[in-house]
């Protein structure tokens, strides 16, 4: 096996790797994969798909790093190796590269190997070889005249393992019988279930066999390491505002006709929280360029609950710099004045009021509202912590899919978090009660993204969702 060099000479020159193997193996499938798009070619469960040399570029940012180049399969291998030994008789030698050479030269648009001298021809003109194999496929004798043949053009190859999930043993046999020809390179890339680690292996194994190229290669892992990082780091964050937006939503109840008024709150939220995480849905696959035929969400069960603000939350006392042994709680003066207005109200809770006034009137800025409120008997409707629970398992496992989907996939995923309850992040009921008790952070804002509360919610949350 020799050592692909760039051409000339040249380290500015791309590296270029053509995707080989039998018809319908999942040679399209992995270009698709390793350029995370399903635009590229077309994928259907029937053999000869693709029939003519297709190109792909893969880029580090702005600098092109090397080509794919999709080929047609290999159908009739019997006949190609007959005319290759036919040929190789004539000049009274074994098959070689001169001989591939002059068979891509002799063979004619019409010719019934036309389909195979395309494969060869581009092969001859390539530094590497990535060989298909789906491993569901008994290793049959046509597989290894193929390996055969492509060893003579004397370029490197690395066999790319497909459809490898629960393959295990067919897998190891496969290996065995690679080994024959002194083929140990081998990768397991499954283009259905995608796993950022195996496309970073697969750049190394090139690495490994193309030292020509080692430093662009080197460029293109770190890039894509990057890409991936963000990517996965843009979704986490775009569930977190869902999640934020979700927990703080409410909708005034006021006393007066609050069964009615209650009814058409409840729908109203309902329609809310539905949409955005229809919009949530629709950014997530966006960021992993998916489309919307690539999942299925069911109907979001939405259930409401009343929320009065609690004045002995920690997060409401801290927000005005109390605690619970302060001595702005201990006898405030002020809570007389205000016990005339809160008759229903206990009288910790109007000592509360008033240790709050005793504090500056300025400072019901953020709780004015609330406070006015459980003066005058309104609630809220809002998301139920059952309710806000499921949707957080639905976008966590959603991620989780996204990520682990390659762009090859035609089955539609199916996202149903009911087994997935023991994902909920650490201090998740606290995090739940610190965005209820900030209902203006439903919003993005300077004073919210710049909050150091807030920023720990997030980060939280993030971590969760990311480090599985």
Not at 68 to 87: C, F, H, N, Q, S
Not at 364 to 378: L, P, S, V
Not at 401 to 423: F, I, W, Y
Request: hydrophobic residues 45%; contains cysteine; charged residues 20%.
């Amino acid at each position: 096996m020799q050592t692909a060099r760039p051409a000339n000479g040249r380290e500015a020159s791309l590296l270029n790797i053509a995707v080989v193997g039998h018809t319908n193996t999942g040679k399209t499938s992995l270009i698709r994969t390793m350029l995370r798009s399903t635009a590229f070619g077309r994928i259907e469960d029937a053999a000869g798909t693709t029939r003519h040399v297709e190109r792909a570029t893969i880029s580090a940012g702005h600098e092109a790093i090397l080509n794919l180049y999709d080929t047609p399969g290999i159908e009739d291998v019997y006949a190609l190796r007959e005319k290759l030994v036919r040929m190789a008789g004539s000049r009274k030698s074994t098959i070689q590269a001169a001989i591939l050479t002059e068979f891509t030269e002799r063979t004619t648009p019409d010719d019934p190997l036309e389909q195979e001298a395309k494969v060869i021809r581009q092969v001859l003109r390539s530094d590497v070889l990535l060989y298909v194999i789906d491993v569901r496929e008994p290793i049959l004798e046509k597989y290894l005249i193929e390996i055969e043949l492509l060893s003579k053009t004397l370029k490197p190859i690395i066999p790319v393992f497909n459809f490898i999930e629960a393959r295990r043993a067919d897998l190891d046999t496969w290996r065995q019988k690679l080994a024959e020809f002194n083929i140990h390179a081998s990768l397991e890339l499954d283009t259905v279930a995608f796993a950022f680690e195996a496309e970073k292996r697969l750049y190394q194994k090139i690495q490994s066999i193309a030292e020509g190229y080692y430093q662009p290669l080197q460029r293109l892992i770190n890039f894509r390491a990057q890409v991936w990082q963000q990517l996965c780091q843009s979704a986490a964050r775009r569930i977190v505002v869902l999640i934020v937006m979700a927990a703080c939503y409410r909708q005034t109840v006021v006393p007066k006709d609050r069964e009615v008024i209650a009814q058409s709150a409840t729908q109203k939220m309902q329609q809310a929280i539905r949409l955005a995480e229809q919009d949530c849905l629709y950014d997530l696959l966006a960021i992993f360029n998916f489309t919307q035929q690539d999942v299925a969400l069911q109907n979001l069960p939405i259930q409401d609950g009343q929320w009065q603000l609690d004045l002995f939350a920690p997060g409401v006392l801290k927000a005005y710099g109390l605690d619970m042994g302060s001595s702005a709680l201990k006898g405030a003066a002020a809570g007389a004045g205000i016990d005339l207005m809160v008759g229903g109200l206990s009288l910790g809770a109007a000592s509360l009021l008033g240790a709050l006034a005793g504090t500056g009137w300025s400072t019901f800025r953020r709780y004015g509202k609330e406070i006015q409120a459980k003066i005058q008997g309104t609630s809220w409707l809002c998301v139920d912590d059952n309710t806000l629970q499921i949707l957080y398992l639905r976008q966590w496992q959603l991620l989780n899919k996204l990520m682990h989907r390659g762009h090859a996939a035609m089955h539609v995923e199916q996202v149903d978090p009911s087994t997935e309850s023991r994902h909920l992040p650490e201090g998740w009921y606290e995090i739940i009660q610190i965005l209820r008790q900030n209902p203006a952070w439903i919003q993005s804002s300077h004073a919210r993204d710049n909050s150091a509360q807030y920023r720990d919610v997030e980060a939280r949350l993030i971590t969760a969702l990311i480090d599985k």
